[in-house]
T-cell receptor, first 115, second 112 residues
Framework: GAGVSQTPSNKVTEKGKYVELRCDPI?????LYWYRQSLGQGPEFLIYFQGTGAADDSGLPNDRFFAVRPEGSVSTLKIQRTERGDSAVYLC?????????????FGPGTRLTVL | SQQGEEDPQALSIQEGENATMNCSYKTSINNLQWYRQNSGRGLVHLILIRSNEREKHSGRLRVTLDTSKKSSSLLITASRAADTASYFCATAPMNRDDKIIFGKGTRLHILP
């Protein structure tokens, strides 16, 4: 079956602009996670959803970052007033349930470059 | 924040040799997982070991866990060129069963 997909694969934007990154999880997976990965680092947790609600958004760096999952499937990560430090690969993952014992399936990521 | 720390940061070995990577973590865990990330591709789950397990095998992979030392190791036997990738350990904290925290990773390069 189809895996986790993310669009766009690459996004180049200018400092101060607004961007949206989209994640399509595996059908039937109730938990959805967003991570950010900088060069040479491991994925850094941002936020996760159980169904439509954000169960934990403690990893969002500041209030410029926001994510939604209105119908419990597709999720959008929104970044306002982008800064050069936001440049990274943004990864999305989904799992059948929110338990850590359930394997997370990752998408290929969106590479965001803020000029 | 990142709890796990892999060692070494980078490792180059000849094809056919065994590769060992280590992970140390700071707080008590429910489980520990290893992931692989190939260049330009997403992360792939390799193996999960529970806190009450000491060793686990999956194909050419062997994972050990020592909760008293808060450390784990990943052994890849008879390495192949396709094993070239970054390997990350991820821990599920004891007080939080719903998310995992990744380390910085070990970059493994298999030489032909």
């Amino acid at each position: 079956g189809a895996g986790v997909s993310q669009t766009p694969s690459n996004k180049v934007t200018e400092k101060g602009k607004y961007v949206e990154l989209r994640c399509d999880p595996i059908s039937g997976h109730t938990a959805l996670y967003w991570y950010r990965q900088s060069l040479g680092q491991g994925p850094e947790f941002l936020i996760y959803f159980q169904g439509t609600g954000a169960a934990d958004d403690s990893g969002l760096p500041n209030d410029r970052f926001f994510a939604v999952r209105p119908e419990g499937s597709v999720s959008t990560l929104k970044i306002q007033r982008t800064e050069r430090g936001d440049s990274a690969v943004y990864l999305c993952a989904s799992s059948f349930l929110q338990s850590s014992y359930n394997e997370q399936f990752f998408g290929p990521g969106t590479r965001l470059t803020v000029l | 924040s990142q709890q796990g720390e892999e060692d070494p940061q980078a490792l180059s070995i000849q094809e056919g040799e065994n590769a060992t990577m280590n992970c140390s973590y700071k707080t008590s865990i429910n489980n520990l997982q290893w992931y692989r990330q190939n260049s330009g591709r997403g992360l792939v789950h390799l193996i999960l070991i529970r806190s009450n397990e000491r060793e686990k095998h999956s194909g050419r992979l062997r994972v050990t866990l020592d909760t008293s030392k808060k450390s784990s190791s990943l052994l890849i036997t008879a390495s192949r060129a396709a094993d070239t990738a970054s390997y990350f350990c991820a821990t599920a904290p004891m007080n939080r069963d719903d998310k995992i925290i990744f380390g910085k990773g070990t970059r493994l390069h298999i030489l032909p």
